[in-house]
Nanobody, 122 residues
């Protein structure tokens, strides 16, 4: 089994920065894509950023230029550096990982963390 645990959320002022971390543990031989999603009050969950095993990234338009996703494959950990935070970034941020099962055809299973709250407010 696989578990994902997020950390790094908290209260920050507009214009400030936070760095989120998500560590995967369990029966993991490799991880395909990893990503961060968020869900703001009264809104649907949305993709914030994603990164492949090879390091290719994509971002939501609303965070481009402000957020950076990265990963450490040796530690099975993904990070989200958030700069120039805005009140509209306030949300619960969820970590996601696509982990192959250890048998043919090695299809990927999605795993989710429980989320970490980011609040951007004066």
């Amino acid at each position: 089994q696989v578990q994902l645990v997020e950390s790094g959320g908290g209260l920050v002022q507009p214009g400030g920065s936070l760095r989120l971390s998500c560590a995967a543990s369990g029966s993991i031989f490799s991880i395909n894509a990893m990503g961060w999603y968020r869900q703001a009050p009264g809104k649907q969950r949305e993709l914030v950023a994603a990164i492949t095993s090879g390091g290719s990234t994509n971002y939501a338009d609303s965070v481009k230029g402000r957020f950076t996703i990265s990963r450490d494959n040796a530690k099975n950990t993904v990070y989200l550096q958030m700069n120039s935070l805005k009140p509209e970034d306030t949300a619960v941020y969820y970590c996601n990982a696509d982990v192959p099962v250890p048998f043919p055809p090695y299809y990927g299973m999605d795993y989710w963390g429980k989320g970490t709250l980011v609040t951007v407010s004066s």
